[in-house]
């Protein structure tokens, strides 16, 4: 996993962006997969700037879900999809059909696992999949202790991430379940991109780097990845001795 350290978070959010869209323009057709959040908005908007420069083309373009709060669809505030349809696909008019997300108001959502998995398997590898990290070091919601041998799983909530996962909610929100990709899925895609800012998460950025790869802090294992980076703005790194 390479280490890049950004002066700023727009610089972060920037640079990011350059290596989507490098990705993208080798290969139009490719698989992505984005991370809902405050830490990808940066670089979402560069993309959002630079499609309207002609600078990338994301028409042809599949996108596949991270996760999901279970309960929740694109029409609920709050949800990953609200975010992304509302930061970027709707921005840029994807057509729906290359969008495929978890239906996490699904009955059956043990079969949206199988859908999710058959989709990558469909149109995969992942070429482009851009996280983040949680405080208690999750990756998408692969929560501390999760197998890194799962795909697509629905998942018990950390309390961690049950507490933080109130801010994307304008009044408390019952989160109990998620629905994500596993990280065998990260570990398949072509380039992985684990973005991080502020100094909130200087503490588990250091304990990234300081440990092994271990389930008691998922992050870790995208050191397994020949093709991963972990892109970091000053603040995120304030601590790190580097």
């Given at each position: 996993m390479e280490i890049c350290v950004y002066e700023g978070y727009d610089e972060m959010s920037?640079?990011?962006?350059?290596?989507?869209?490098?990705?993208?323009?080798?290969?139009?057709d490719g698989l992505l997969c984005i991370a809902a959040g405050s830490t990808p908005t940066g670089t979402l908007r560069y993309l959002v700037q630079e499609v309207k420069r002609?600078?990338?083309?994301?028409?042809?373009?599949k996108f596949v879900g991270l996760d999901e709060w279970?309960?929740?669809?694109?029409h609920d505030e709050g949800s990953c999809q609200h975010y992304l349809y509302s930061e970027f696909f709707d921005v840029l008019n994807i057509?729906?059909?290359?969008?495929h997300f978890?239906?996490?108001?699904?009955?059956?959502?043990?079969?949206?696992?199988?859908?999710?998995?058959?989709?990558?398997?469909?149109h995969g590898p992942i070429n482009v999949c851009l996280l983040g990290l949680g405080m208690?070091?999750?990756?998408?919601?692969?929560?501390?202790?999760?197998?890194?041998?799962?795909?697509?799983?629905?998942?018990d909530l950390d309390n961690t991430t049950k507490k933080v996962g109130q801010k994307y909610f304008n009044e408390v929100?019952?989160?109990?379940?998620?629905?994500?990709?596993?990280?065998?899925?990260?570990?398949?895609?072509?380039?992985?991109?684990l973005q991080v800012n502020g100094s909130k998460k200087s503490e588990i950025v250091k304990k990234l780097i300081e440990n092994d790869v271990t389930t008691k802090l998922p992050g870790t294992i995208l050191k397994?990845?020949?093709?991963?980076?972990?892109?970091l703005d000053e603040e995120a790194a304030e601590i790190l001795p580097l």
């Open positions: 920037k640079q990011s962006a350059e290596m989507i869209i490098k990705a993208v323009n080798e290969k139009p002609n600078r990338v083309d994301f028409s042809k373009c279970v309960g929740m669809d694109r057509n729906q059909e290359n969008i978890f239906d996490a108001k699904a009955e059956d959502l043990e079969g949206e696992c199988k859908k999710t998995d058959e989709f990558i398997v469909e208690n070091g999750h990756l998408a919601l692969n929560e501390p202790g999760i197998s890194f041998e799962l795909s697509s799983h629905v998942v929100t019952e989160l109990s379940k998620g629905i994500t990709l596993g990280c065998q899925q990260f570990l398949h895609a072509e380039l992985v991109m397994k990845h020949q093709n991963s980076f972990l892109l």
